[in-house]
């Protein structure tokens, strides 16, 4: 058993004084260059740049999540019954436009934006006297808590519109 542990550290060792001299005498984290009578060590691209041990030791470049916003607008003209909408445009003013425009071109005159948000659900529901709209975190969530709505004031509840615009990343 003695002998056992014995080979078990001379191993460890071996290994360890391999491992600090694998990259031809350079220091962990660089490899060696040369050229006519001269060497050098530089450091290996992507790896810690021979930081010292009180430095992070995450890599130099990490990339980074970006998120997009994307906007849901509805625009309507209930004299007309005409409905337009937006989902996911990425600015407010180009969601706004969208909407607008389809609500006009549905034969609105005065269409009015009555809802806009950033990164959501929305539900429209129309009952027998009542318009409603509610948010939700899934499309499914914002009908429901959207015919909840008309269903406790009103009567022949029916979903008109239900979309999702969620941020993304790029």
């Not at 909407?99 to 809802?115: I, S």
Request: charged letters at 15%; a neutral charge.
């Amino acid at each position: 058993m003695e002998s056992l542990v014995r080979h078990l550290v001379a191993l460890f060792i071996l290994t360890l004084a391999a491992s600090a001299h694998a990259e031809g005498g350079c220091p962990p984290g660089q490899y060696p260059q040369q050229g006519q009578g001269w060497q050098t060590c530089v450091p290996i691209p992507g790896g810690a740049n021979g930081a010292s041990s009180t430095q992070s030791s995450r890599p130099a470049h990490q990339p980074t999540v970006r998120w997009q916003s994307h906007w849901e607008v509805i625009a309507y003209d209930a004299a007309a019954g005409a409905l337009g909408t937006s989902s996911g445009q990425t600015t407010k003013g180009d969601a706004v436009l969208e909407a607008l425009t389809g609500c006009r071109e549905k034969g609105g005159r005065k269409c009015a934006v009555q809802f806009s948000m950033q990164n959501g659900c929305v539900a429209m529901v129309v009952g027998a006297n009542y318009l409603n709209m509610r948010i939700g975190t899934t499309k499914a969530e914002a009908v429901d808590n959207s015919m909840k709505q008309c269903a406790s004031e009103d009567t022949r509840c029916t979903v008109l519109y239900a979309s999702c615009s969620q941020a993304t990343s790029y």
